[in-house]
T-cell receptor, first 117, second 114 residues
Framework: AQSVAQPEDQVNVAEGNPLTVKCTYS??????LFWYVQYPNRGLQFLLK??????LVKGSYGFEAEFNKSQTSFHLKKPSALVSDSALYFC???????????????FGAGTTVTVRA | NAGVTQTPKFRVLKTGQSMTLLCAQD?????MYWYRQDPGMGLRLIHY???????AKGEVPDGYNVSRLKKQNFLLGLESAAPSQTSVYFC?????????????FGDGTRLSIL
């Protein structure tokens, strides 16, 4: 089985401050991990993914995420948040040992990020 | 470059009515998915398709049917709408490779069942 948890429903930061959105996962094997962002009345947009290799992954709009296998975490980070980063963020996981070729993802419940000016 | 297009964007139905949601993608993706998004629950997979002419059930398939007659289109049907099906529905597509490719999403259909 595969699952992902986003322990914070909301994250509030001031513009210019570092932003962290937490994600932990559970898989039987090794994970593929993804972060998506959703702006109001829009679909999910892909930010970045971890497949293998370097634990620090860089993505779109200045975001990065750190894969930590011992803590089963994949936290999303941005060194200096912008008001325009205010959105809903989703973490998703795929267990690469999962049988089948359907590539289903399991999504977290989402974290609402609010960046105040 | 349209990506994934969903129609309609909004719809209000009465209990018991039927309707079909259309998803079209122009990226030649093999895999397509239908999700529903409800507050605090993330995205839940309804049905998915791994290729033209094939469909399979996801986590929450009851009350929905799907068809994939053409590679670029994936239809989601509600035969007899219920208030519990009030939700935002998202279609997504992806390449059929090793499972490490991101899914591309449409902008959603907001459906209210009265």
């Amino acid at each position: 089985a595969q699952s992902v948890a986003q322990p914070e429903d909301q994250v509030n930061v001031a513009e210019g401050n570092p932003l962290t959105v937490k994600c932990t996962y559970s898989v039987s094997g090794n994970p593929y991990l993804f972060w998506y962002v959703q702006y109001p009345n829009r679909g999910l947009q892909f930010l970045l993914k971890y497949i293998t290799g370097d634990n620090l992954v860089k993505g779109s709009y200045g975001f990065e995420a750190e894969f930590n296998k011992s803590q089963t975490s994949f936290h999303l980070k941005k060194p200096s948040a912008l008001v325009s980063d205010s959105a809903l963020y989703f973490c998703a996981v795929r267990d690469i040992l999962l049988r089948g070729n359907d590539y289903k993802l399991s999504f977290g419940a989402g974290t609402t990020v609010t960046v105040r000016a | 470059n349209a990506g994934v297009t969903q129609t309609p964007k909004f719809r209000v139905l009465k209990t018991g009515q039927s309707m079909t949601l259309l998803c079209a993608q122009d990226m030649n993706h093999e895999y397509m998915y239908w999700y529903r998004q409800d507050p605090g629950m993330g995205l839940r997979l309804i049905h998915y398709s791994v290729g033209e002419g094939t469909t399979a059930k996801g986590e929450v398939p009851d009350g929905y049917n799907v068809s994939r007659l053409k590679k670029q289109n994936f239809l989601l049907g509600l035969e007899s709408a219920a208030p519990s099906q009030t939700s935002v529905y998202f279609c997504a597509s992806s390449y059929a490779q090793t499972g490490n490719q991101p899914q591309h999403f449409g902008d959603g259909t907001r459906l209210s069942i009265l």
